[in-house]
């Protein structure tokens, strides 16, 4: 299989509630959450997952789209995304693996000026819930949790 087994079993639709954190802010409005809807689809080859959701930030949907694979061989799974809020002026290519668990831990770079960011995104089922999450890792390897969304059948 070229899909990691928790994603594998993700397949179809869930819904949850998604936290945004904005470090940048004062800290009573520094994390929002917006109800989110997340959907995993698998090719009929199981070659690769598309994973769509959305959320809200300020009453304004914002929509996301993964396509993720995982090499046969080297078990490297590698995720492309594209996000209206986060990532509107391209698509970020994350790499990572499985962990023995089934997690899927994925971390890919970013240019903001002249800095290199780092951005990650991971996958985590436990019991009903599937756990999104995502940081964003400064230059200097400081490290801000930016979406945590938790998920449950539809």
């Not at 869930?14 to 802010?25: A, V």
């Not at 995993?40 to 080859?45: E, F, G, L, M, R």
Request: aromatic letters at 10%.
């Amino acid at each position: 299989m070229a899909i990691p087994k928790h994603i594998h079993d993700a397949k179809g639709s869930w819904k949850g509630k998604s936290q945004l954190n904005l470090p940048w802010l004062e800290p009573a409005k520094r994390v929002t959450e917006s109800t989110s809807l997340f959907h995993v689809d698998i090719d009929s080859h199981n070659t690769f997952a598309t994973i769509t959701y959305n959320w809200e930030y300020e009453g304004k949907r914002q929509e996301g789209t993964m396509v993720l694979s995982m090499a046969n061989k080297t078990k490297i799974v590698e995720i492309g995304w594209s996000d209206s809020w986060h990532m509107s002026s391209g698509v970020l290519h994350t790499t990572g693996t499985e962990d023995a668990a089934g997690s899927v831990k994925t971390k890919g770079s970013y240019a903001a000026g002249k800095e290199t960011w780092g951005w990650t995104i991971n996958f985590d089922m436990t019991g009903k819930e599937l756990v999104m999450t995502m940081d964003n890792v400064h230059p200097d390897g400081q490290v801000d949790w930016a979406v945590k969304a938790v998920y449950r059948r539809d």
